[in-house]
């Protein structure tokens, strides 16, 4: 048991490794980890705890793996995936946990781990055990490496995406169309039977085997009404089986004894066809029977149960016979599987009451015919009787009374209509049964069937009349009143109008005849609505695939998004490499300072001291390399300092002419386009110098056959939809500087990389890909941004976005001041103004003649920095008073204790020095300020302005620097 106090505490204490409000975040800051192989969580290495913050706040199945053991890890949308192995699984051996398809995946995984590349599976068959049972699952995964600390492989991610219920569906949705589209064209028992077997022949899958009996006849071995009972006035009389045979099969070996080719006792009663006879329209049957040898299809091991249905028997008729179908073992009997085989008998029983009513219509057909051919006969007697002597009158009577018969008995109707009003001269007995029990013989057809009016059958018997042309109807919707004062009631009729010739070629009659197709075009009519439902279910299924595939692509763009995060993980990986070298390049430099000052020392005791001036000079010219080299790791890591203040940008770029001609050469003309009426803005002048110079020594080096540079500056008001505010930039108003050229132009692929940290077209040794990558940090940093517009062969533009600043004062004095203090250390070490070594000593020699003490406050947590600060405010004739930390310093600030300078580093223990000296001005408003940084972290915040009486001083300062700048402070006052 875990104490809940403890692990309450771990919790708490592992809140940043394992992120968010899931149930497999808070299973996983409860978790013993320290009985695991993988230990207590802060020990565990970065780049597995920044793999976990990404799996649990991730909405996407995901797990990953770690260590040599490849220890299981997974977030909420996983848990289907492992059924009841939740939440036992949590950091398991994968090779334990995922015993059944081990040997699937193993090699895919050392593959991985070995490699160091990904692998990607589109719907892989896995046979998972996760509800007791193998289950046939589908699963599209990528395993992606993870590199740890060490720089190998330490483990892999794993995105995952379920498809199993699409897999099944595709499969079933193709052998539901494929019998449906071969049904459609079968117009006959032995064709659907035909089309039956080569449909689910194909689906062994899904039917391990399926049978199809038909029932003989009428369907039963003796007595129907005593199928499945005890016949009557004997108790101990064996059930009757019924009659049938096997007409479809697949998947079943021939003479198998589970599939006889006449239903015997046994299969009868195994199958359940008694009772499919006696109104049963399911059943299932157990297959788990030893020894019974049953067929097992494409899997390795046999159904266990299959279900048997009846084809057809649809209200209360007797089914044509039953279909019997193997159920696949590696999936539960859900809604969707019995759906899938109800349909398949649907199907099938639709097509056999098909089948018998075409092959019905066909017989109806051909006793039509013979029909038609002895009226003709019996014409031909007729006409030859006619021609005999009034001797055979008796013999041409008889066999008038023939055809009377035939006629009248014919199994079609049929009717004689006589003169311009269709008078029913003959009619037939099937005529007299269609219309009803009423006398109709000897009237005309508006009289004898007046609902006929308005039908149109009046028109067509006028036409045939008037042209001598028959006329051939199908399927003709016709209502008839078949008994006295009953509702109409329709019926669908196949007929032939035939015009009767008299000896002089004119019509006289027409011989109607046909037969009743109404059961025909209704069978036609539930196989066209079988036909629609399954159009309409195929649709409904295909737009819920078309949305899973949609919910795929935006998952997959999410997974991309991880792997991004992955890869930008990697990178600063790299870059912490490269910040190692430059840190072993410092201690060299340390080296040199450190060695001269021992030899200073050694020097002045032995009293050498004509020696100690060449160690000195040695000691300088390190911390100067060092301070350089500090400068330049800054600026790459986008925290260098900055003193932003109100800036007219024009004067500035005005003042680099001279600067920027020698820089760029004869070759290439340089123009200026700078907007009269430029606003003002807010940044480090600097830092925005060394830019410009970047910028233009970057077009010096695309134009190497000379052309033209161009700088212009302008006023742009950035809207929502304006084309060149990107998503994460602010609408506004923005002071723009563009850099043109006409050089050779970025690819699209260079283009899209131009800002990336390291990324550089130029060869080895000659460019380090940092100078565009700290220009748009510069421009990020004051609240702007930078965009690259470039086209190949014609030029490329650079513009610097940098907002607007309203509340400016004496902006050309700021930039002067600004350009007096640059010292830029540039990224590509081009030339930059000097420095004035003198401008610092004759400060300190000003400020020692000010008669009146100053009282200055220090307040610096490291000792030699706070004791070389008061050491020059001594020797400036300043008091100084010192603080180690900011809650110390502040209660000084709070006291009456006269104060007229406040000098302050900004990274202080307790209370940094920006919001001191923000506290301390709440008390002390007049109060001058110096803020001393070595590292811009939390140099600008709030509005990232500094205000009036303030100045900014990095780390390492020169003593002369800081004197001079002490001078201007206290000079302004």
Excluded at 32 to 58: C, D, H, M, N, Q
Excluded at 386 to 413: H, I, M, Y
Excluded at 710 to 722: C, D, M, V
Aim: aromatic share 6%.
């Amino acid at each position: 048991m875990i104490d809940s106090a403890a692990a309450n505490d771990d919790s708490a204490a592992h809140a940043d490794i394992f992120v968010g409000r899931s149930e497999m975040a808070e299973l996983m800051r409860r978790h013993a980890w320290a009985a695991t192989a993988l230990g207590p969580p802060e020990r565990w290495p970065e780049a597995l705890k920044v793999a976990l913050r990404i799996l649990l706040t991730s909405r996407f199945d995901m797990w990953l793996g770690w260590g040599p053991e490849v220890h299981f890890f997974y977030n909420d949308a996983y848990r289907p995936t492992l059924g009841d192995k939740h939440p036992r699984s949590l950091a398991m051996p994968t090779r334990v946990l995922w015993a059944e398809i081990w040997d699937q995946i193993k090699d895919r995984i050392e593959t991985v781990y070995r490699d160091g590349t990904a692998t990607w599976d589109r719907a892989l068959l896995l046979m998972l055990e996760r509800s007791g049972y193998a289950e046939e699952t589908y699963h599209t995964f990528s395993y992606s490496p993870l590199i740890g600390d060490t720089g190998r492989v330490e483990g892999l991610f794993c995105a995952v995406s379920e498809e199993t219920e699409r897999v099944l569906s595709e499969r079933r949705l193709a052998t539901l169309s494929a019998l449906a589209s071969g049904i459609a064209a079968s117009d006959s028992r032995a064709k659907v039977l035909a089309t039956t077997e080569q449909a689910l022949g194909a689906a062994a899958r899904d039917l391990p085997f399926t049978l199809v009996y038909l029932f003989d006849g009428d369907g039963d071995g003796g007595d129907v009404e005593g199928i499945g009972n005890k016949q009557t006035g004997d108790d101990d009389a064996a059930e009757i089986p019924p009659e049938a045979q096997l007409s479809a099969a697949t998947g079943m070996p021939a003479g198998h004894r589970l599939a006889p080719q006449r239903l015997t006792d046994e299969a009868a009663s195994r199958w359940g066809a008694g009772q499919i006879l006696a109104g049963a329209t399911e059943l299932q049957v157990d297959l788990a029977e030893p020894g019974l040898d049953v067929p097992s299809g494409d899997w390795d091991e046999p159904p266990q149960h299959a279900t048997v249905l009846a084809l057809g028997g649809q209200g209360g008729e007797r089914p044509a016979g039953f279909l019997v179908a193997a159920r696949n073992r590696y999936r539960p009997l859900d809604a969707d599987g019995r759906n899938f085989v109800r349909l398949i008998a649907g199907q099938i029983g639709s097509a056999l009451a098909n089948a018998d009513a075409y092959e019905a219509q066909r017989r109806r057909a051909a006793e039509l015919a013979e029909a038609i051919q002895l009226r003709q006969e019996a014409a031909e007697v007729l006409r030859r009787a006619n021609q005999r002597l009034s001797a055979e009158v008796e013999a041409r009577t008889a066999e008038g009374d023939r055809l009377r018969r035939l006629f009248a008995q014919a199994p079609g109707f049929m009717c004689v209509l006589g003169g311009p009003d269709h008078t029913l001269e003959l009619i037939n007995d099937s005529y007299q049964q269609l219309v009803g029990h009423r006398n109709v013989a000897g009237k005309p057809l508006r009289e004898a069937l007046p609902e006929l009016v308005g039908q149109g059958f009046l028109s067509l018997l006028d036409e045939v009349l008037l042209t001598g042309a028959p006329y051939i109807g199908r399927g003709v919707r016709v209502m008839l009143q078949r008994e006295p004062g009953a509702p109409l009631d329709e019926r669908f009729l196949n007929f032939v109008y035939q015009p009767i010739f008299a000896a002089d070629g004119s019509v006289d009659g027409i011989f109607a005849e046909g037969n009743d197709a109404t059961e025909q075009v209704r069978a036609e009519r539930a196989l066209l609505e079988l036909n629609n439902s399954l159009e309409a279910r195929i649709g409904e299924r295909t737009n819920e695939l078309a949305a899973a595939l949609a919910r795929l692509k935006a998952e997959s763009a999410e997974r991309e998004a991880v792997q991004e995060a992955l890869r930008q993980s990697q990178k600063m990986e790299a870059v912490g490499q490269l910040t190692g070298g430059i840190a072993h390049d410092f201690n060299n430099l340390l080296q040199g300072i450190t060695g001269s000052l021992t030899l200073v020392r050694r020097r002045l005791a032995q009293g050498r001291v004509a020696e100690v001036d060449r160690f000195v000079a040695d000691a300088g010219n390190s911390a100067k390399r060092a301070a350089a080299l500090t400068h330049r790791l800054l600026a790459f890591s986008r925290r260098q300092p900055l003193a932003p203040k109100p800036l007219l940008a024009n004067p500035l770029v005005a003042s680099m002419q001279d600067l920027l001609a020698r820089t760029l050469g004869e070759g290439i003309s340089l123009a200026f386009s700078l907007s009269d009426d430029l606003w003002t803005t807010l940044c480090d002048a600097n830092q925005l110098e060394s830019a410009l110079l970047n910028l233009c020594i970057n077009a010096r080096d695309a134009t190497p056959h000379g052309g033209a540079l161009r700088i212009a500056t302008s006023n742009i008001h950035l809207h929502p939809e304006h084309p060149a505010r990107d998503a994460d930039v602010l609408p506004g108003e923005y002071v723009c500087i563009a850099v043109a050229d006409t050089g050779t132009g970025m690819p699209p692929e260079v283009l899209a990389r131009a800002f990336d940290p390291f990324f550089t077209t130029k060869p080895m040794g000659q460019g380090t890909g940092l100078g565009l990558s700290m220009i748009y940090g510069f421009a990020r940093q004051s609240e702007g941004y930078a965009k690259i517009q470039s086209e190949v062969g014609v030029g490329t533009t650079v513009r610097l976005y940098l907002p607007r600043h309203m509340a400016w004062s004496r902006p050309e004095a700021a930039v002067v001041a600004a350009l007096d203090e640059a010292q830029p250390e540039s990224s590509n070490d081009v030339p930059s103004r000097a420095a004035e070594p003198e401008a610092g000593l004759a400060a300190c020699q000003a400020f020692e003649s000010t008669p009146a003490p100053v009282m200055v406050l220090v307040i610096e947590d490291e000792p030699v920095v706070r004791s070389l600060v008061v050491e020059v405010l001594s020797d400036l004739g300043c008091q100084a008073i010192e603080a180690a930390d900011g809650p110390s310093g502040l209660q000084m600030l709070m006291s009456p204790q006269p104060i007229d300078l406040l000098v302050t580093d900004i990274g202080l223990p307790g209370l940094n020095g920006r919001q001191l000296a923000d506290a301390a001005r709440t008390r002390r408003p007049g109060l001058k300020v110096l803020l001393m940084t070595g590292y811009a972290e939390n140099a600008n915040f709030g509005d990232g302005v500094l205000g009036d009486g303030m100045d900014l001083i990095t780390k390492p300062f020169a003593m002369d620097d800081l004197a001079q700048r002490l001078r201007g402070m206290l000079g302004d006052g």
